[in-house]
Structures are given as structure tokens and as C-alpha cells.
């Protein structure tokens, strides 16, 4: 069982930064995937970055948006900059034992946290 609890979340104006966090807690078994994914108002739940030995971003924040993980930690992070309004969501984390791709879609994702709100004006 994967436990994932993002934070780091937060308003900020256009242009700025946040670092979202996600930890795995009581985590002893290897993930073959984790991943960044947004779900805006109005607009279908979208994968925005990807860790899997290698990593993929999506088209709109690739250049903005860095993702990296810290095995000591088992802790993902996802730094955002460069921030506009359109990143405006809930940021939620995912994880997966077996997956093998393709790694920005939401099904191929079986747990998942709760969400962390970014508002960006």
C-alpha cells in the first residue's frame, strides 16, 4: 500500500514559485512510476510530469516546471515557476507499482494523495 500526502501548495501572483511536495508514507515497496497531475476548473484531470527512470512533461510546462525525487526522503517534489493564471488547480500526486507508460495518463495510476490547491493572479 502507497500513502502519498502533497503540500506546498499556495496563491501567487503571475510569475512566481512554489515547490509541492509529496511524501510517501509507509512506503516499503518499489515504485515503477510517480507523477505530477492538475485538475483545473472546468478541464479534464492532466498529467503534467513524470518520474519513471526517465522523465516526461507535458507541452505546457515543459521549461517551468522540474520534477525530482528524493529516495533518502521518499519524498517527490514538483518545483513551479514562471507561474499563469492557466496553472491555476489542485495538484495532486501519483504513484504505481507495474506501470509502464504511457506516464502523464491519469489511469495508468493507482494511488493517488489528496490534492494541494495552487491559485495563481
Known amino acids: 500500500h502507497v500513502q502519498l500526502v502533497e503540500s506546498g501548495g499556495g496563491s501567487v501572483e503571475a510569475g512566481g514559485s512554489l515547490k509541492l511536495s509529496c511524501v510517501a508514507v509507509q512506503d516499503t515497496t518499489k515504485r515503477n512510476a510517480m507523477a505530477w497531475f492538475r485538475q483545473s476548473p472546468g478541464k479534464e484531470r492532466e498529467g503534467l510530469a513524470a518520474?519513471?527512470?526517465?522523465?516526461s512533461y507535458a507541452d505546457s510546462v515543459k521549461g517551468r516546471f522540474t520534477i525530482s525525487l528524493d529516495n533518502a526522503k521518499d519524498t517527490l517534489y514538483l518545483q513551479v515557476n514562471s507561474l499563469k493564471p492557466e496553472d491555476t488547480g489542485t495538484y495532486y500526486c501519483?504513484?504505481?507499482?507495474?506501470?509502464?507508460?504511457?506516464?502523464?495518463?491519469?489511469?495508468?495510476?493507482?494511488?493517488w494523495g489528496q490534492g494541494t490547491q495552487v491559485t495563481v493572479s
Open positions: 518520474m519513471y527512470g526517465g522523465t
Open positions: 501519483a504513484a504505481d507499482l507495474v506501470t509502464d507508460g504511457p506516464f502523464l495518463n491519469d489511469t495508468e495510476y493507482y494511488y
